[in-house]
């Protein structure tokens, strides 16, 4: 069973994680960003960490991303598979150390260099951007596994535990597109989202956690 980490602030804007379970077989959700403390790991195969409009720096606005940072360095520490998106790539690498500063708004289909690595298999190099932080500085023990021409440290993954993490949503398919393009705007370029199959990041994870 894989932990579905909820971290949206803003309740209009919980739409990614219900596209997050879509593509997995068993999991639960816990509303990080409501409920705070600490869930269960008990049973738990592996965590995904998802998505906010908040930032890793409004730490004092939202203390939970404290409790979350904690969480982070126990399932390092315990070698729990982890998959973080997004906001999660962020607080990831900013608990173990790293550095994340605000860059300006990117909501757009970019050209990645992706590792040879099996969270990537099937995936390609189309991947859907819509976020405006960026990991500036990696986390204690988190090596670059992806990269883009406007963001070098795009996704990371840790040496020695089970961890990944991608700044790209692979939940963001044209089902979203529409309601990304009202909530955040969305810049055309000459790539297209028939060659997103940026999705198969989620069952590499679930299979990978289930191994």
Do not use: K
């Not at 979350?68 to 999660?88: K, M, S």
């Amino acid at each position: 069973m894989l932990l579905v980490l909820e971290n949206e602030v803003d309740p209009d804007s919980r739409y990614f994680v219900p596209e997050i379970v879509r593509y997995l077989s068993e999991y639960e959700v816990y509303t990080y960003a409501d409920e705070g403390g600490q869930p269960s790991l008990a049973g738990v195969d592996g965590v995904v960490i998802s998505g906010s409009t908040a930032g890793v720096y409004d730490r004092e606005d939202y203390p939970w991303m404290a409790e979350q940072a904690d969480l982070v360095r126990e399932l390092v520490e315990r070698e729990i598979p982890t998959l973080g998106i997004c906001f999660g790539h962020q607080i990831v690498n900013h608990a173990l150390g790293g550095r994340v500063e605000h860059r300006g708004p990117t909501h757009r289909l970019v050209r990645a260099d992706l590792a040879d690595d099996p969270v990537f298999e099937g995936v390609g190099d189309v991947i859907p951007m819509a976020h405006g932080d960026h990991v500036v500085e990696r986390g204690d023990g988190m090596e670059r596994i992806g990269s883009a021409d406007y963001y070098p440290n795009l996704a990371t993954r840790h040496r020695d535990a089970p961890v990944w993490t991608v700044q790209y949503h692979p939940e963001f398919t044209d089902r979203l597109l529409g309601r990304v393009r009202e909530d955040f705007g969305w810049t055309e370029t000459d790539l297209s989202f028939s060659d997103v199959r940026a999705e198969a990041t989620l069952r590499n994870f679930e299979r990978l956690a289930g191994a």
